[in-house]
């Protein structure tokens, strides 16, 4: 994996305020969340910060791989990230929830980090590409 191309992905991601972030469980069904930032973390490493929703950090639990794509749908430009979690931080908490916040389902209560190692980064795009690495 080159660290420029990374780069660029998370530069794209930065100005685009958002990225998608698919997970699977140990049974392989695929879940896809959306997260608003992106940042690098070192060497081939990238931090994603969300109120991840239940499924997505239940998933994480039992299979760490992860699909990240950040996409300008305008210029057609963007990339996938493949990598392995490596960790997961809490850096927020929802303080003086009340029970008019309730609803049926559950709702995140824990602002997360997500540290994941980055494997490949390929093009995404609507036009035709290569998800072979360059």
């Known amino acids: 994996m080159k660290s420029e ?15 998608f972030i ?3 469980d140990a049974n392989n069904w695929p879940h896809v969340a959306v ?8 060497e081939g490493r990238v931090a994603v910060n969300e109120w991840f ?6 998933n994480l639990q039992s299979n760490r791989h992860v699909s990240i794509v950040v996409w300008d749908a305008i210029s057609d ?10 960790h997961i931080m809490d ?12 609803s049926k389902w559950p709702l995140p209560q824990v602002e997360s ?5 980055v494997s490949k980064v390929t093009d995404f795009k609507r036009a035709p ?6």
């Open 5 to 19: 191309i990374l780069g660029e992905a998370v530069q794209l991601a930065t100005r685009m305020g958002y990225v």
């Open 22 to 24: 698919a997970t699977a």
């Open 35 to 42: 997260a608003r930032t992106m940042a690098l973390k070192g």
């Open 53 to 58: 929703c239940p499924g997505t950090m239940s």
């Open 77 to 86: 430009t963007g990339y996938q990230l493949l990598g392995e979690m490596e």
């Open 91 to 102: 850096i927020g908490m929802i303080d003086g929830y009340t029970p008019e916040m309730k």
């Open 113 to 117: 980090q997500l540290l994941i190692r």
């Open 129 to 134: 590409h290569s998800d072979v690495e360059e």
